[in-house]
């Protein structure tokens, strides 16, 4: 390896610069990305597929749904379509509902760490001066 060329990102920095805004990568890991892509034709594919199931999701395009699950099945993202459509009413009703537990999630996802520290050390009264500020 040269003094000039840097070494190749970990697989999972990779998956994320593949599925992450061609136009948002630094020069080098575009360059990156388009040799993946030119010498794997399957990552080019699967990479597409992400992008485009992220621009269902956050589109809420329930329409595309169906014709990108039946492609993305017989591809490398199998194992994951497998999950989806063990999950399947769920995820229709995220692309077709107007609700989300967004809101739900980052509260537990806030008190999660306030109330591990006191995992049998306190009782009731202490978590909720934490969290509540007030007994």
């Known amino acids: 390896m040269s003094a000039k060329q840097s070494a190749p990102p970990?697989?999972?920095?990779?998956?994320?610069?593949?599925?992450?805004?061609?136009?948002?990568?630094?020069?080098?890991?575009?360059?990156?990305?388009?040799?993946?892509?030119?010498?794997?034709?399957?990552?080019?594919s699967a990479a597409d597929l992400i992008t485009r199931f992220c621009v269902i999701v956050t589109?809420?395009?329930?329409?595309?749904?169906?014709?990108w699950l039946r492609e993305a099945e017989v591809?490398?993202?199998?194992p994951f379509t497998a999950g989806i459509r063990h999950h399947e009413d769920a995820v229709r009703a995220a692309l077709s509902e107007?609700?989300?537990s967004g809101q739900v999630e980052g509260?537990?996802?806030?008190?999660?760490?306030i109330k591990r520290p006191m995992y049998n050390r306190a009782?009731?009264?202490?978590?909720?001066?934490?969290?509540?500020?007030?007994?």
């Open 10 to 44: 970990t697989p999972q920095r990779a998956v994320r610069l593949l599925a992450g805004d061609p136009d948002r990568l630094a020069d080098e890991d575009r360059r990156f990305v388009q040799a993946l892509r030119e010498r794997s034709p399957s990552i080019a």
């Open 59 to 67: 589109g809420k395009l329930s329409d595309l749904f169906d014709h």
């Open 75 to 78: 591809s490398a993202l199998s």
């Open 98 to 100: 107007p609700w989300s």
């Open 107 to 113: 509260q537990v996802n806030r008190l999660k760490p």
């Open 123 to 135: 009782g009731f009264d202490l978590p909720q001066v934490r969290v509540l500020g007030h007994a």
